[in-house]
């Protein structure tokens, strides 16, 4: 089994893809100095095995080693696992 995040900007989403299929995934949009993160999703028969809390921990990473933007949780997820990770929260904005 191969695991694979990746970054997608023209698709303006991360993503985790197993053997090759994309399992759980986060988009985002950029404005300014922020991006907000908009819309998490995982594959229903893939649900409660990591796969959305690994790609938003990747896309996290990712922002704070590659910009000096700062994040919106606009998705409820998100926002959960900003709360659920409180060591994270200077890279939030509003």
Not at 64 to 84: A, K
Request: with cysteine.
């Amino acid at each position: 089994m191969t695991t694979e995040l990746a970054h997608e900007p023209d698709a303006t989403r991360y993503t985790l893809r197993v053997d090759g299929t994309v399992l759980a995934s986060v988009t985002y949009s950029v404005n300014g100095d922020a991006v907000a993160f908009s819309h998490s999703y995982t594959r229903p028969d893939q649900r409660g095995k990591g796969y959305a809390a690994e790609v938003v921990a990747f896309a996290v990473d990712d922002v704070e080693t590659t910009s000096t933007r700062h994040i919106v949780p606009t998705c409820w997820y998100v926002g959960q696992w900003f709360d659920r990770h409180p060591e994270r929260a200077g890279l939030l904005t509003r």
